[in-house]
Structures are given as C-alpha cells and as structure tokens.
C-alpha cells in the first residue's frame, strides 16, 4: 500500500484507539489462507489462487462465503465451520507485526485506553492476544459473537465503544487502527476516523478514506500520541 495521505505532524488528542487485529496487530495471512484451503478442499471446491484466498482475509468470512459461487447459505454455515475447527489449531502461529507491540505498550504506558475491535471470533481473538502477551494491555477486547450476528466491522466498532463507555472511557475522540478498506467504513459508521498501517493486507485503492496512512510503527506512535 503506497502512502497517499501523509501522517499528522501532530497527533489530535485522541480520547481511545481502538485496533484491528489480523493485518494490523498479528501477520495471520498464511495460517487463515491455510485454513481457507483446506476449507475448500474439505469442502469438494476447487481451491482458488493465493491472491483470491487473500481477498477472504478482513472482511467477515460468513459474508465472504456467502457470495462464493455454488455455496447456499447452508454450505456457507458449513465452510465456517471446517475453517474455524482447523484454524482454531494453527491461530497461535502468527507473529506480532515488528514494532506494533512497542506502541501498544506506549500507549498504555501513556494511559490511553485501548480497544480491540475485530471481525475475527472474539474468543479467538482473546486467545491471540493472550498467547503473545498483549491482552493485559487491552481495556476491552471485542470481536464478532460466535453466532455471527455480531460480525460487520460496523458492529463490532459499536460494541467496542460500547464497553469502553462501560468502563468510563471517554469516546468523544476514538481513533481505528487498521489495514482494510473495510476498517475504515465500519469505523466511519460511528463518525471514528481510520489510520491505516502499509505492513497490512489492503491495497492502495483501499485508503482514500483513511485519515492518514502510516508505514512504520514509529510513524504509527507520532499518529497516535503527542
């Protein structure tokens, strides 16, 4: 993703960040796109190319199988459900993205209070970030509900501001970090801005929306704190 929008000098005084996870915070793409094959093999489906298996890692996968041609929205259920019981077992493999844990830590040490809004299965998500240690620096983690009616980027954005709002958080001024087009309309949904991170999945066409685009977890930190 080449920067079209350039970074703020100077951070706004966000009230919250709240963050993505896969493409943002952890590099997930081969263990999802492993389980996304062997999915559609499972499945009796020819499986597509690396870069159209690519195209499934972001948006909610339910709504991304839903629109594969051949599937009912029953053999969508199903395909979920082959993916989640095979990557449940390879989720704990993907790396946190260099420099992304420093400015997570900076930003608890700054006292910002920080959410996770993901479109990936909260109780996944949690397991993610407690394998690499990152969940205690979380005030809410939030992702889709296990039964999918909560799995839109839209909806899960809401639910994060919800609880943050919970625990006292001032959300006059939340900020998304992301990597995808579709952080940055479900975000805007609530009237919270997008920065987008160039080590993601999305592709330059994807930022137009975007507050600032960032490639590197310095200029990540200068967008985030003042």
Do not use: C, N
Request: no cysteine; glycine share 8%; aromatic share 6%.
């Amino acid at each position: 993703m080449t920067s079209p929008l350039p970074t703020p000098t100077l951070a706004p005084a966000w009230t919250a960040v709240l963050f993505d996870l896969d493409g943002t915070i952890v590099d997930s793409a081969t263990e999802i796109m492993d389980s996304l094959a062997h999915m559609f093999a499972k499945m009796g489906v020819p499986v597509p190319d690396a870069e159209t298996l690519r195209t499934f890692v972001g948006p909610p996968l339910l709504d991304s199988l839903r629109m594969t041609p051949g599937f009912s929205d029953a053999d969508a259920w199903a395909a979920l459900g082959v993916y989640r019981d095979h990557y449940a077992e390879h989720l704990l493999h993907s790396p946190v993205f260099p420099g992304v844990e420093g400015v997570i830590r900076s930003l608890h040490a700054a006292g910002m209070p920080i959410a996770l809004a993901t479109s990936k299965p909260e109780s996944m998500a949690r397991r993610v970030l407690e394998h690499v240690g990152l969940d205690g620096y979380f005030t809410v983690i939030a992702g889709a509900s296990e039964d999918e009616e909560r799995s839109t980027k839209a909806d899960v954005v809401a639910e994060a501001l919800r609880r943050l709002r919970a625990h006292g958080v001032d959300v006059s001024d939340p900020v998304m970090v992301g990597d995808r087009g579709y952080d940055t309309l479900g975000a805007a949904a609530h009237d919270v801005p997008t920065i987008l991170v160039e080590w993601g999945y999305g592709s330059p066409a994807e930022a137009g929306d975007a507050f600032a685009v960032v490639h590197s977890a310095d200029q990540l930190r200068s967008a985030l704190l003042p």
